[in-house]
């Protein structure tokens, strides 16, 4: 029953920022012991984990995206969201939201956004 959706802009330009939205419904994300978390697909490749949150606000960031990347909430809302500075056409992917219980593997998915970076 729970849903995630991405939203945000499908074509980002090399150098800005990339910002996308995941709205949750039919649970919150502040339920005790879920994640939440960003993970992209670039075209070819396997499944990268970027960053998540707990739900208690904690944040954490691959290593690789760290500097770039940052995760924030917006609990009245229901959401979380992504900003990924500095992009190249390297960070083209499809963009997922997902969610977990602690411990388990990702049960909740969007259905992905493709972003696209170019000029």
């Known amino acids: 029953q729970v849903q995630l959706q991405e939203s945000g802009p499908g074509l980002v330009k090399p150098s800005q920022t990339l910002s996308l939205t995941c709205t949750v419904s039919?649970?919150?994300?502040?339920?005790?012991?879920?994640?939440w978390s960003w993970i992209r697909q670039p075209p070819g490749k396997g499944l990268e984990w970027m960053g998540g949150?707990?739900?208690?606000?904690?944040?954490y960031y691959s290593p690789s995206l760290k500097s770039r990347t940052s995760i924030s909430r917006d609990t009245s809302k229901n959401q979380f969201s992504l900003q990924l500075n500095s992009v190249t056409p390297e960070d083209t992917a499809v963009y997922y939201c997902?969610?977990?219980?602690?411990?388990?593997?990702?049960?909740?998915w969007g259905q992905g956004t493709q972003v696209t970076v170019s000029s």
């Open positions: 997902a969610g977990r219980m602690r411990g388990t593997q990702y049960e909740y």
């Open positions: 039919g649970g919150s994300i502040t339920t005790a012991n879920y994640g």
């Open positions: 949150l707990a739900s208690d606000g904690s944040k």
